[in-house]
């Protein structure tokens, strides 16, 4: 599954995604993203950059009809299975680059895009995108992170130590648009209207942080080269990343607070 934004999941990466990040941080995300975006059960929404579906799901937990979108077909075959295990029917899959997507103009009353837009190589040419294909008064919401998390932090200093200096450089990518001036630009290129950008912070709780760790790792670019480990030597580079979370638990565990971005905008009325 390797792909063009250099940051998708392996063989398997789907189920330790949902496993680790989606359940201790882009789930809870993702309702907030869909509450941002005022979703109701009436309503048409696309889910761009899908992955494994767990906005779209959300979405759709409000009786929306919903479309969900991404580069990779592997991440979208899981989509698929895990919205059938919630019991969600009718959710629809298309793999596409959000910079082209099939659909005709003012298909959709919303437009959401969570954690995605910061690995697309063509930023404009996707805002554009999810403008055209957007109601005019329609509601867009999207979101990026803002800086590097401790959790971000504590994979660059344990990993780089291990593996050496820009081990973990390419990752960078993922806080590359936490930019408020940038997404108000790409906002005002596409057409959109009544744009707002919102600063909050979000939570990666979980309970047991040794499993988070390592299913995160294990969804990341050096997936690979820990899985080659031996096991007391991946266990000790995990040790030593809760070391470096001291100070992110309560008394439900790992607590993290990460920094986020969401750009609200309205669709635009087009000249016919
Ligand atoms: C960090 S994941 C976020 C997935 C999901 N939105 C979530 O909140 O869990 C980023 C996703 O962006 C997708 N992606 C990257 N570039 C893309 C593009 N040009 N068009 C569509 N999807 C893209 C990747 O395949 C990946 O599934």
Sequence with gaps: MADASG????????????????????????EDLVADAGVTGDQSVLDVAAG??????????TGAAVTGTDLN?????????????????????????????????AAFDVVLCQQGLQFMPDKPAAMSEMARVLKP??????????????????????LDRQFGAGTTEAWDMVYSLGDRDRLHDLARDAGLRDFHVKFDIKFARHADPA?????????????ETMADLPEDEHARLIGEMIDELEGCFDDDGLAVPVECLTLTARGASRPS
């Design 7 to 30: 940051f998708q999941l392996k063989q398997g990466g789907p189920e330790v995604y949902e496993a680790s990040w989606v359940l201790a941080q882009m789930g809870q995300c993702a």
């Design 52 to 61: 494994t579906g767990v906005v779209a799901r959300a979405a759709a937990r």
């Design 73 to 105: 077909a592997g991440m979208l075959e899981a989509a698929d299975r895990f919205a059938a295990e919630a019991g969600l029917k009718g959710i629809r899959w298309l793999d596409c680059d959000a910079a082209d997507m099939p659909f005709p103009d």
């Design 137 to 158: 008064g329609g509601r867009l919401a999207l979101s990026v992170w803002k800086t590097r998390s401790a959790i971000g932090r504590a994979f660059a200093t344990v």
């Design 211 to 223: 499993a988070f760790l390592t299913g995160a790792i294990a969804g990341s670019p050096i997936a």
